[in-house]
């Protein structure tokens, strides 16, 4: 079996190997945030972006390759961001809020060309910054590209469907589907493009204004598409903030003039910030929080197969993914025989440079190898070991995947979401233990489940179906496809997210009933045929 000690060792390339094609050198844009529809340059402190990325000196020595610097805004930046919003709001009198579908539709085909046009250095970027490889890096971008593509489909489906008037017990009503105000959108740093974007453009699609904080790795992923943003949406209606988060977003909540709060990350600070609106019930929360995605291998599962996604489900990105596997119960007749094969291909697992054909890459976040090492340590010395030869390899930012065995509930590893390159795998003797962990869990996103005896699966799926959102059947846990709700239960997510679900999360039900008598008939249809009214129509194509 391979050792990788060695390659990890040499992983990080000197200056001159690093190929011209994919460098990216300084960001010299970094400094620029969007409010009131203007570019503006922050002429206050900047802060270096360092890549995960090493180089390698002369003398052997690694450091981080500094990328660029982007604003360290503060709270009046935040403030003037907020107001630029609620003035573009303008109480739902605001162009945005009041535009015609179709003309919101036709700005967000605008920004999704001036978006496309930045694809090459938005990938570079997302490599650069948080280490992503160059394959998932546009994936990410053409996976959020084809999300506002269909987000501009289903609001077409939506007005369509809306554009007809219901009757019932005597009244007549055009329900539509109405702005909630201003938005506050946050992405987390592992997917600063997709999950940001995918809270941003619904809340935008439905005529909300919105304030973004990007996320704290993948700033300078997001900047080059500042120009289409303020080429494509009416003054104010984006505003794009960069810098801490604690400085930023608490004069924004505790305005109380958010009605919209969007965020995935971690749990704690969600609440923080949730917590800070003034008035709680104007508040509505749209959140992707923690989770520890279990995998329940069964004794009649294919076990390749099941090698196979739990080394995809658990590795995918360094295991910085909020659906990744985090935890492997495997039943105790097939583990050795489990864990002999996933540590096989564990083994396998090119590491590199994210622009070269590998899965295992550097990590962004300071400090996270020693965290890592710190959650190993804990157990090993409670009885689990490192089962791999290659566990646990680091240099600088960089490790290579730990798989820790057999892991028990007395270990952290097998509560805390490692959000990194671990993969615990603990057994299990019967299935009650699989309910007890399910139902003991503060997490519910999703689980995986590897077997294929329906009198197993079946109750087994009856239980998980009420302790998660999704069940995956011999498969690895993911979000897509986008058209099925990305959701969770208790400290995992708050609301459902697909490409139509979150124009529902963005809106809210408004509409205009009348008596459906003569009168009611006669002062709605000259109304409709008025066009005086943007709300009130029955075509969706002006
Ligand atoms: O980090 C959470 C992402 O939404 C996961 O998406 O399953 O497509 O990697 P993914």
Redesign the pocket.
Known sequence: MPDNRQKVAQLFPRASEVPKEHDVGFYEDGDRWLVDGEIRRFGGALVEVESPVCIRGEDGSLERKKIGAHAALGADEAKLALDSAVRAYGDGRGEWPTMSVARRLERLRAFADGMRAKREIVVKLLMWEIGKSLEDSQKEFD?THEYIKDTIEALRDLDRQNSRFAIDKGVIAQIRRAPLGVALCMG?F??PL??AY?TLIPALAMGNTVVTKLPRFGMLSNLPLLEAFRDSFPRGVVNVLNGDGKTLIGPIMTSGKIDVLAF?GAAKTGDTIKKQHPFPHRLRSIM?LD?KNPAIVLEDADLDLAVRECVKGTL??NG?????LKLLLVNEKVAERFVARFVEEVEKLPCGMPWERVSLTPLPEPGKVERLQALVADATKKGARVVNPSGGASNATFYFPSVVFPVTKAMELYHVEQFGPIVPIATFQDLEEVFAHAVASPYGQQASVFGRNPKVLGPLLDVLVNQVCRVNLNAQ????PDSFP?TGRKDSAEATLSVTDALRCFSIRSMVAASYDDYGKQVLGDLVMSRESRFLRTDFLF
């Not at 910085?320 to 990744?324: G, K, L, P, S």
């Not at 846990?477 to 897509?480: I, M, T, V």
């Open positions: 996976r987390p592992n997917y997709n999950e995918t995935i992707g989770a995918s990105f910085q993914r909020c659906t990744a846990c993911q979000r897509g990305f």
